[in-house]
């Protein structure tokens, strides 16, 4: 599906007077004056991807990865285009997960393809930041790759930041006093880690030869805002590490609570037996057949066995209490 | 054992008169034109394999080696030809597990001698996918080598696919409130994950010197197809080292389960046991011989001492449902 | 807001005739005589900083950063100027916390613009060194860097320091007698020592690009000064790391010891268990109804049965008291 | 104590007229036509060994390093001669254990002194070797360095191979249902593994270095035979690798069993403790002292009480035995 | 405090005509004939470093770290002087720990200033070692370097030894079949083991850089004697993380048998329950009171049913004797 296919000429978004699948005439009448054609694609189907690919000439192999999706982030260069893939990532509320998409890009002197799988709002961001900053889009294709960049990357430290309120969360639960189960959250926590890991660590090898300005095709100039791209990334890489390593902390102090709780109730269960068994003593003293056994022939004897019975369970709740058996 | 030896020449398989054992003649029918001839052997004897090497002028080592198997996937680069070892994975559904095979090939300028251990299909699919591939089939041996490494990894990203499967189901387990044995299944998917890394990374190094267009006899021309597989290598490997972690994750939590659910069981024990020593107390009592004691000589005294029992009993079960101990 | 602003010239602070604000006329006035303005600002408006970064030809993307802050230590290298991040680090000790905040230098060849998040101290105390170290301050601009820095980073080894007496509280605390729950404590811990790692680490690489003396506006002699500065990172992350790993030690020797002190609660509990059930054994059969008991009717027949008891516990008393149990 | 001292030539053992401590005999006799000694020592006396260095000009700290033996495995370079120690492994089968020893050898030009601490089949074996392979001899020392190296190597792939099969027998005795104690056993094997990685990491470094060709004194023809080496050697680094990962996870899980074991244990002592209790409750039931309990005056009463008690713990039996705690 | 102060000229310690603390007449008589002073102090107060550092040139920041202690081992190269710092180790047998203590050498064409914290038997060794042996000490200053190094690194191994031996210790002691407490023992070996490794790992840097021959000052001829010490230094921290790992496993043995005897306990515990559970319930069912119970009027009833309870506890135990639980 064509999302959006525009022509970009002096930092303007031109009409041009063609359809929007006529790629040829789009491309030619965009660098007519040096502009360039930004073609947006949903996950096209193999025909679509086919004739934008012979329009600008994609590599066979790189229209393979972008059709397929789920490759790794990486960024191929070919002798007259670059092939860039980013995952995108985004936390879903609901049920505290996070998801990934992939965008794609295909970027010539002239031209910029985008193919984009799962939620959009990213792509779009980008086309809409670039549409109201001239000053950037004048630099062309490049600016389009800074622009979908920087802000795949700034939605991956909004995620980092909802991951980091839910490990909060995840020890707040652990050091409570409650009885919680929060092994299941920890780990489907430590599975979404390692989801943003695998978006996060691949890309800054690609970001790395943007910043070096060695990357034909995308401009030199734009080194250090690619640089800055680099350290929102190693900022991402750096807060999910220790994320994983709190998490690892706070299971091992779960695991000790469990214990720590199995010990108490032990003890709680031990003490509370305790004031049964000793009346059940008592009375079975008070239940020995003996001729001579004074007490039982005592007026209140009854009464003394069972304030005997009630006596020894309140000494005993009272030292299992001061000892915080109980 | 020779599964079929052929003569290419132009892309094209050609028909040579000559017998499957005369290398010789094949290797000079073949190099007449600018062809090659692809021999392949399957687990050879020390004969067959002697044979061929001679023919070929296969360097001992490499010969010892693709006898013997059991080698690390490694690239040998030798004056005149080089000498490629692989790792074959397949996945056995009966009984989970990740079985391996291996492949040599021997490449030079004239020839590929593919030497097998263990199953086959992907050197088959290898061979048919090149002689209805004419135009990659023209570059030679180099074309060979490509097909095999190709098709062989992705064979790995299939075992991956599956074994991430595995890893789901253990997850599941894992979470269910049944009592499983998850540690023997989390072991077994930890070793054949170890399975297949050391088919996996190893290989990573040869497919990186033919990505770089450096190897003589390998076409520069293949590098962005050599990247491919590359790419496709790190990929595997980065998802199975996800899975290894997601794997101590999960018996992490299994761990934790078993505590959790040995506690639960000792509360339930606990609760149990109160239930009765509580009315074995009230029996205790009553079966003191003293000799005032109102209640023996009630009328209703016995239903009453067993309402008294079942009364106690009862409410001590409501107190232990209510703190979730039964 | 503006901390303070001011110029210095030949190693002396100087009174220039202008307003705080007028930072153009406080630069011609630095420049004037081979000085510098140092201006200090403190969580500054958006406007504040915007007016220093026109007057001083600030990076765009540096302006931003020292405005939001929650950067990573960093060193940026334009044209004609050098951007520094750095953390600082201070210990509360009513609560046993790590705090961070964070200073951004700007650094001209005749200006340098701190502008501070968090607390203050160590900008102060550099300030304080720097005016009265003349030889110092001669050196211009390098020496309010390696001034800053040098303070930063001693408070950091301070840090440490105090971390390193609580690691020592938390060791003898799990290795006390006492049920201690010091899995918390060794959690917090170990998220402070994250702090301060991602405070350390990532400031090396810059204090190494100074000393390597290759940083234009850096003094190439202030090099062995900012070799030390490393030295100290280094052993700052070294001694984190220890501490990392003793409680790691120390946490698995906290879970040993609750394992240790259940088996002893156990045996405790068994022990004490025994005391009662004999002589509940020995009550029941005397409460047998036999016809011919000999001791029922023996004159001290309930004495022998209650000393019989009594005797028993004893003996099991002495037997656990023995082996440890009780 | 020398073992064997011979003079090679053209790839033959050569037999000369001089007795075998007579090293300066030896060796001109040697170097007479191009062949070389080789002296054989098995921990030497500091005398004999002091003898043989003066006499081939051994580098006095080399000297010094095989005499004590407990050195690392490492290639030193002097001016005129190498100096390798390699560790050698070998199975101990009775006692499951491996075992380490030593051999240093001196290469120069037109000699080569092994020293050996240990078992010295392997050097027996190399020796026996070069004998029957004149083409290899006759590249002069290099083939006894090579010859040693292989031998020596190839005994870790068997080490290796003796410590595979106690993995797996650790891992059978893990998941059966027997009660074993796998902790100590996998204890031995981990300190094992990690005696074997001593001997085999170190030794990749001098092995690469040979296989470079680029050590003065080494054949740089024997490059690929060297290549080979490390092969193994890596491969042996590889497997160990595994296999301390499958210990530690067996380890694991003996401990997620000792876990489970124990919780079914502690169901099957309730419910047993459960076909007690109740028929207690039971008797002491029938033990109360009312005066209107009609069962007790029945003929069959006391039959009935003991069904009773039977009967409840029938259902009690089948009731654990289904819900699988019996 | 000064320790010793003296010239040494062509290998021999030469009796100079002035105090020992007039450093410029003994730098100047040393000079004279292309000897050295070696000044040797021992916690030196400020005022005698100050005179010794004006006396020699010594760099300020050198001076400062000299003074102050608790610096990593390092090399600081400054132009006309080097710097390094070493960590003592010794093992006190009495408490079982190992103390560390610091050595700075400041090392010119003329002079060697050696400024001691902690013990000081490696110093004394070293220079002891020098004066006896001629043909090192000609080497002039570097010979100080090297002696000191040697003998501080061979005191490293002397530790490690005894490590060793404490390891081996701990290991009997978890494999024993005595409740042991080792977790705490195994803690603190851990802890000195981290003591170890900060000293020994940092100073390869520099021994490897003065190995590689580039340190001005010192003797390239020394290179193979600091490869000797860099081996030396490997050794260590091979051995070392060798430990490390062993106590780890160790640890883990620990964990597992307190799981084993807690197992253990439990069985004996309920075994032994048993056997006063059932005579309980035998005694219950005689105390019942029905009318008609044959046993009761028997005349060796009570007999009997003493035996009954004898009997059945005799059957458990018999019963749990085998299957191992009592």
Redesign the interface.
Known sequence: MIVDSAVYRGGQRVLVDCHDHDYAALRSSAADEGGFVWVGLYQPSEIELGEVADAFGL?K?AVE?AFTAH??P?L?Q?DDSIFLVLKTLWYVDEDDAVETGEINLFVGDDFVVSVRHGRGSRLRAAREYLEHAEHVLTHGPSSVVYAVCDTVVDAYLEVVADLQEDVDEV?ESV?SNDRT?D??R??TL??EI?EVR?AVL?LREPMRRFASGLVPGVDAEAA??F??VV?HL??AA?VVD?LD??LS???????????????D???K??A???L??????I????????????????????AF??LL?LGSSAVLFWFFKRSGWL
């Open positions: 590599h192999l990865d490759q790794r990486k191929e070919y020890e050091f189960r092994s299941a920890i780990y430590k599975r390692a695998r691949p250090p805002f640089r800055d350290d190693t900022q750096e220790t390593t709190l902390g706070a299971f091992d102090a779960h695991l000790a609570s469990i214990s720590v709780q199995q010990n109730d032990m003890r269960i031990s509370g037996a305790a049964v068994v000793t009346p059940t003593l009375a079975g003293v008070y239940g020995m057949n003996f001729d001579h056994m004074p007490e039982l022939s005592w007026q209140y004897g009854y066995a069972l019975m």
